[in-house]
């Protein structure tokens, strides 16, 4: 029956009141949610509900409350999971299902007594249940391959009948590095015959880089809601393309399948692992979040230098649309929008060794002037060299009035030489230090640093700093360095603090006490008023250390106690 909606709203008011009846009759049927097909077995697992075929087991639908009907499809068409043999596919429908529920859990059970070629069978089990979570749901396949013939592959999951519940226009396949709209466009290109199929399926290879499908997980939905999947691995190869296919006699009904390109050789068995699919209202993000959570679980924690955890990240710069002479530009602008590193790509020829810089970028001097042109001051290099007197002596190269001026270590600023000699020992990490000739290859256990801030300017105190606590991230050495400066304080992180010790002498006695700086009485009140190096400065630390001669709380920081 097609109803014909009226246009005029006088006529759609007299529409209405002859017709109160059957519009109430419509507005009730339009309440009622639909009820399974005869020969469908209804679940409903954390909100979802999956209708399967009791005879083949394959999946014939999926809705939700948030959403709508997710997935529909006929039960001739329907799927679940594709073996691929030589010569042929099995799905849920070569061969009977047995379901059978156990606690929260229904796994479905199918015997392949094909091929007929070859002696044996292949069992294959789809297990669905609730997630922890209270929102997801948990897919997972097994297969147990008993033949003589090797399975070439496996698809799973295959979700065939998905639809278009956010509107054709709207809705989007979202990957890791890229979204397109499956829904769009006619099935078939204009112009392009039937009989050539390569139109029909589109692949998305599960690549590290450079590919949409980069992760394990995918979004299928709009801003108002949509179904995010993810396979609950990690690091573990190989990883499954994602194909999907539109249907030529339904332009809404989409397939997208999970292709495991692993073969299963007579004897073994293959697991799918966990396939969380997550039902969610609001855009992408919501849906990502059990990814999220998984992906911390498993992520290692790692000790980040500060630049890294606390900063924005680093700028991407593809060379092959700037010129060299662009970067210090580039830099500056960097800069003022927070950004402290930049990265170079495509810039030099990879391929040759040694690696000459891209013609089309410039010439290698208009690299090494963009560089220079990054310090406060031009340095063009640092070596050790020979004096008119015979010594050999660390030097550098500056260029002054246009011109290379050499200058040894006798003539440079105290600041200099110690930033020299603090970057070298935190690179070195103690490796390759000669002692009574012997040179060491181990790091060493304990760095020390005295007055870290001698010589050097008070505006450079947080970057030195950031060294230090970089090359420990790095090294794993320990660095144990004292400072009665004000602004190297003020540079410490929050987290820093666990690490800061206060050392106090007592002047009626002459003993020193240390004490670990966040146990000093009233400790989180001074540090909401203020910067430590401030309280420092104003001496508002005196007077609350340990007692004297109390040397716990260092042998603790060095691994002592």
Not at 119 to 128: D, M
Not at 175 to 198: E, K
Not at 333 to 340: C, L, P, S, V
Not at 422 to 440: D, F, K, Q, R
Request: charged content about 20%; some cysteine; overall charge neutral.
């Amino acid at each position: 029956m097609k109803l014909m909606q009226p246009t005029n709203p006088a006529k759609i008011a007299r529409h209405a009141t002859r017709s109160r009846g059957l519009t109430a009759i419509l507005a009730l049927c339009m309440t009622v949610t639909a009820a399974a097909p005869a020969s469908a077995k209804r679940l409903t697992i954390n909100g979802l509900e999956i209708d399967l075929d009791e005879k083949s087991g394959a999946l014939l639908a999926l809705s939700h409350p948030k959403l709508g009907a997710i997935l529909k499809q006929e039960p001739g068409s329907a799927g679940l999971f594709v073996l691929d043999f030589p010569g042929g596919e099995f799905d849920p429908r070569s061969a009977p299902a047995t379901l059978v529920q156990k606690d929260q859990n229904t796994t479905i059970t199918w015997r392949f007594a094909r091929p007929a070629s070859t002696k044996g069978k292949v069992e294959t089990e789809v297990t669905l249940g609730p997630a922890p979570d209270g929102t997801s749901v948990i897919l997972s396949c097994r297969v147990a391959n008993r033949s003589e013939q090797p399975i070439a592959r496996v698809q799973f999951p295959d979700l065939r009948g998905l639809r278009p519940f956010g509107g054709r226009d709207a809705m989007e396949l979202r990957f890791a590095l890229g979204v397109v709209n499956p829904f769009a466009g006619p099935v078939r290109p204009a112009g392009r015959s039937p009989f050539y199929p390569p139109f029909v399926w589109r692949s998305f290879p599960a690549e590290p880089i450079y590919q949409m499908n980069t992760l394990r997980w995918l979004d299928l939905g709009t801003l108002a809601g949509g179904v995010s999947v993810f396979q609950k691995k990690w690091i573990d190869e190989p990883r499954p393309a994602i194909l999907t296919r539109r249907s030529e006699a339904d332009a809404d009904d989409l397939r997208v399948v999970w292709q495991h390109d692993r073969p299963v050789a007579p004897g073994e068995s293959w697991e799918s692992g966990e396939f969380w699919l997550t039902p969610h209202a609001g855009g992408w993000a919501k849906g990502i979040e059990p990814y999220r959570r998984y992906a911390t679980e498993v992520n290692p924690k790692r000790n980040l230098p500060r630049r890294i955890r606390d900063g924005l990240g680093f700028q991407t710069v593809w060379m092959t649309a700037y010129t060299y002479k662009e970067i210090p530009r580039i830099a500056r602008d960097a800069k003022a929008h927070g950004i402290d590193e930049l990265n170079l790509w495509v810039w030099c020829d990879y391929g040759n060794l040694p690696m000459k810089t891209r013609a089309g970028c410039g010439t290698e001097a208009e690299l090494l002037d963009a560089i220079r042109g990054l310090p406060e001051y031009e340095l063009r290099s640092l070596g050790v060299g020979g004096t008119e007197f015979g010594e050999v002596m660390l030097a550098i190269d500056e260029v002054e009035d246009g011109r290379t001026v050499t200058v040894p270590a006798r003539q440079m600023s105290d600041g200099m030489l110690r930033m020299i000699a603090i970057i070298t020992a935190l690179v070195a990490g103690g490796s390759g230090v000669a002692i009574e000739g012997t040179a060491s290859t181990a790091p060493a256990l304990t760095l020390v640093l005295e007055e870290l801030e001698n010589g050097l300017h008070p505006t450079q105190a947080a970057t030195v700093l950031d060294l230090v606590k970089l090359a420990r991230a790095e090294q794993g050495f320990q660095v144990l360095l004292t400072t009665h400066s004000p602004a190297l304080l003020n540079a410490l992180h929050g987290d820093d603090h666990l690490g800061v010790l206060v050392v106090a002498r007592d002047r009626e006695s002459s003993h020193s006490s240390i004490t670990p700086l966040v146990d000093l009485p009233g400790y989180l009140a001074m540090m909401a008023s203020g910067r430590l190096g401030d309280l420092v400065s104003a001496g508002r630390l005196a007077g609350r250390a340990a007692s004297p001669t109390d040397s716990t709380a260092l042998d603790r920081l060095l691994g002592i106690a």
